[in-house]
C-alpha cells in the first residue's frame, strides 16, 4: 500500500496557514459495500469544515503530511494506527502529530461511530511559539519521542476547547482576529502539555543535540544502519551517548534503535506481503530468532500473527 503525504497547498486557508475541521466516521461492515479500488474513504463535505465519512471497517489510508496535526477526540474510541504502533484513543485524547508520523485510523472492536476534530498548522507557527515563549524547548518534548505525545483531558476541558475550536471557524471573526485567536489558543495548549514551570530551569531538559540525533535516527538508512550510525552522527563518546540515552529518554542506545526497527517490521507487515525473513534481514537484525523475540516482547504475538491482525493488504 502506498503512504500518501498530505498536502498544506489547497488543504490550509491561505492567509492563516491553519485549518481546523470536523470529521466524523462511520464503518461499513464487511461486504456492504465493494471497496473502491483506491481502497479510499467516501467523504462527504457538508461545508464549514465538516466531513462525514464512511470508511471500510480495513481503516482509512497510512498518512503523512507536510504540516503538523492536533487531533482532539470528541465522540467515541478509535484504535490509532502510528508509526507501526496501535493505540486505542477514546474521548478526550487529544494527540500532537509531526509531519513524518504515519497514521491511520480502524475501528475498535465495537465498530462505534467516531467524532474527532483536527487542527492542521503550517510549521511557522513554530517559530512564532518560539517567539511567545521566548524559548523553543518545548519543540523537544514533541519530537523526541518515537511516539506522537497524547493526553488525555477530561469532560469539560474537551468540552470547552471543543466549543472554542468550533467557534473560531465562524465567518463573524475577521481573518485577522481569527488568526490572533488560533495563535494563541495553540500558544495555550502547547503551554499547557509541553511546558511546566518546574521544567523550564531543570538541567535534565533533553539537549538540543539529542533531540537532532533522534530526529535523524528515525529515518530509515539510519535505524537500518543501526548503532555505528548513531555513533557517527552524534559526535560524542558511546558513553556520553549511552548516559544521555538513560537519563532523559530513559532507554539505551540500542533499545531506542530497535524501537524504531521494530516499528518499522510491524509496518511492513501490515502494509505488504514481503516474507518475514526478508523483512528482518532488511532491517539489519542480528538473528531472525532475536528478531522474533524482541517482536513478542514488544507486541505480545508473533510477527506472523501480527501480520493475520493488522494486514491491510488484499487480493485483486
Known amino acids: 500500500m502506498d503512504n500518501q503525504r498530505q498536502k498544506s497547498d489547497g488543504w490550509l486557508e491561505p492567509g492563516l496557514g491553519a485549518r481546523i475541521s470536523c470529521h466524523e466516521i462511520t464503518w461499513l461492515p464487511s461486504g456492504q459495500i465493494r471497496p473502491m479500488q483506491s481502497d479510499k474513504a467516501r467523504v462527504m463535505p457538508t461545508g464549514g469544515n465538516l466531513y462525514f465519512h464512511k470508511v471500510p471497517i480495513s481503516g482509512t489510508a497510512p498518512q503523512t503530511r507536510d504540516f503538523a496535526q492536533i487531533v482532539l477526540l470528541v465522540t467515541g474510541s478509535v484504535v490509532q494506527k502510528v508509526n507501526g504502533e496501535r493505540r486505542l484513543l477514546s474521548a478526550g485524547d487529544i494527540c500532537f502529530l509531526r509531519p513524518d508520523d504515519l497514521n491511520s485510523y480502524v475501528p475498535n472492536p465495537e465498530r462505534s461511530l467516531v467524532e474527532l476534530v483536527t487542527i492542521d498548522y503550517d510549521l511557522d507557527c513554530f517559530l512564532s511559539l518560539s517567539v511567545l515563549f521566548e524559548d523553543d524547548r518545548f519543540l523537544q518534548q514533541l519530537t523526541a519521542p518515537v511516539l506522537p505525545p497524547c493526553f488525555q483531558m477530561d469532560a469539560n476541558a474537551c468540552g470547552n476547547l471543543y466549543t472554542r475550536l468550533l467557534k473560531l471557524n465562524t465567518p463573524a471573526l475577521s481573518p485577522t482576529l481569527r488568526k490572533i485567536k488560533l495563535k494563541l489558543l495553540l500558544g495555550e495548549l502547547f503551554a499547557r502539555f509541553f511546558i511546566d ?21 528515525r529515518e530509515e538508512k539510519n535505524f ?14 558511546p558513553g556520553h551517548v549511552c548516559k544521555s540515552f538513560q537519563k532523559y529518554l530513559g532507554r539505551r542506545p540500542t533499545e531506542y534503535i530497535n524501537e524504531l526497527r521494530l516499528a518499522h517490521a510491524a509496518r511492513q507487515l501490515s502494509d505488504t506481503d514481503d516474507d518475514i525473513v526478508v523483512i528482518a534481514t532488511r532491517l539489519n537484525f542480528s538473528s531472525l530468532s532475536w528478531f522474533y523475540r524482541l517482536f513478542q516482547q514488544r507486541y505480545g504475538v508473533s510477527p506472523a500473527a501480527y501480520r493475520r491482525l493488522h494486514s491491510t493488504v488484499r487480493g485483486v
Request: aromatic letters at 2%; a neutral charge.
Open 197 to 217: 514551570e518546574d521544567n523550564l530551569q531543570r538541567e535534565s531538559q533533553v539537549p538540543d543535540w539529542l533531540v537532532s540525533l533522534c530526529a535523524a535516527m
Open 224 to 237: 537500518i544502519a543501526g548503532l555505528p550510525r548513531l555513533h557517527k552522527l552524534a559526535c560524542r563518546t
